[in-house]
């Protein structure tokens, strides 16, 4: 929000406008119009390279892409996606932008391969879930100056290019991530393929406060869906062939992700391991408290529901917010646009702020001006 303060001037962010004349305060720098990053390179065409590739080539982009095998590259041709048969030629080629969609397993050997290719003209990013790793990768190859982290909240249980589809991507959200060294130019580089080249929108975090995120929402999940599966596979309560007849939506949607290839998922959860560690543990507890009350009320000890009445009724926060995203979704709630200023001095952490309010950035209108959407989570 802003606020007008009595020196007649209005601030947003720590930047101050003048409300007589309209104009920015002299000590922010000037704003040119943004560049776009018209050639993009992507390292490998699976789920999510594909996908990348494909909206990227809607939204009349030139992606030139490479991958490991050649199998996909009749298919993505037909769609426009140029594809060249090593990953030095990907890089020779000088495009804007530079996307890793390899596995998070192959980063320091695709990395130590781009080093000496890499042209200084071309910014680094990659799509993995875990940053604080891939950073580190992206700095023993010698290559932190270019690399700005990008994650977009999107996927299915699937895989290859095969798999692949535009549509992932509709109306998804990127996390880009950065630290201390991060070039602002090369960020601006990166959320203008997400905002324009994709039509997605963002949120700017440093890693550590990305990859405790994602193990929340998707790495801790990730492992509580294949507990799940395991429990049915190694049949200890019940039936399993009864148990899987009937299984319907809830089971559905609790193990979908337990679907997908074992080797991506572990890999994904072991470079998270610490803050996954963390999160099941709180999770077991959580759970193991859950199940004394219960047995308490079997067991005649209690006939106090009010504890159990709070576990299911404390996550309402949370269905509120669901709800929200149900109407926006819907057409039905058209969620607040503001603009919000950064400067070159604290630019990361007024993107922090932002993201930590509830705010997507949809749009940078110059490299120092942005248009955000407000959502916040209130609990």
């Not at 959320?191 to 929402?217: P, Q, Y």
Request: glycine fraction near 6%; proline fraction near 4%; charged fraction near 25%.
């Amino acid at each position: 929000m802003s606020d007008r303060s009595k020196d007649g001037m209005t601030h947003d962010h720590g930047v101050a406008f003048d409300i007589s004349t309209g104009m920015h305060n002299p000590s922010v720098p000037a704003s040119p119009l943004l560049v776009s990053a018209h050639k993009i390179a992507i390292a490998g065409l699976g789920l999510i390279g594909g996908s990348i590739a494909r909206r990227l080539v809607a939204h009349n982009r030139f992606v030139v892409a490479w991958n490991h095998h050649a199998r996909p590259y009749e298919a993505a041709e037909r769609v426009g996606i140029h594809c060249v048969d090593t990953l030095e030629q990907l890089v020779e080629g000088k495009p804007d932008v530079l996307i890793l969609a390899v596995p998070l397993e192959s980063m320091d050997d695709v990395l130590t391969r781009i080093a000496p290719h890499l042209h200084r003209g071309t910014t680094l990013t990659d799509v993995g879930s875990v940053k604080g790793p891939v950073r580190a990768a992206v700095v023993r190859a010698g290559l932190g100056e270019y690399y700005v982290g990008a994650h977009p909240m999107a996927g299915n249980e699937l895989s290859g290019f095969e798999a692949s589809d535009a549509a992932l991507l509709d109306r998804a959200l990127w996390a880009l991530t950065f630290d201390d060294t991060t070039d602002f130019s090369r960020f601006l580089t990166v959320a203008d393929v997400v905002t324009k080249g994709l039509e997605n929108s963002l949120i700017a975090v440093d890693d550590d406060t990305h990859d405790r995120a994602a193990a929340l929402i998707s790495h801790m999940p990730h492992v509580v869906s294949t507990a799940m599966a395991n429990e049915l596979v190694e049949a200890k309560f019940a039936d399993p062939a009864v148990a899987v007849a009937l299984s319907a939506g809830s089971w559905r949607d609790m193990t979908r992700v337990s679907l997908t290839d074992p080797d991506r998922t572990r890999a994904m959860v072991e470079l998270d391991a610490r803050n996954v560690a963390d999160l099941l543990e709180s999770m077991s507890a959580r759970l193991a408290r859950q199940a004394a009350v219960l047995r308490g009320q079997l067991q005649g000890e209690t006939n106090d529901f009010a504890q159990s009445r709070q576990f299911f009724a404390a996550s309402q926060p949370f269905r509120d917010y669901k709800a929200r995203e149900t109407q926006i979704a819907e057409g039905t709630l058209t969620p607040q646009r503001i603009n919000r200023m950064l400067t070159d001095a604290d630019w990361r952490a007024e993107l922090l702020t932002s993201a930590r309010a509830g705010e997507r950035v949809v749009e940078f209108r110059t490299t120092h001006e942005m248009t955000v959407e407000r959502r916040p989570f209130e609990n």
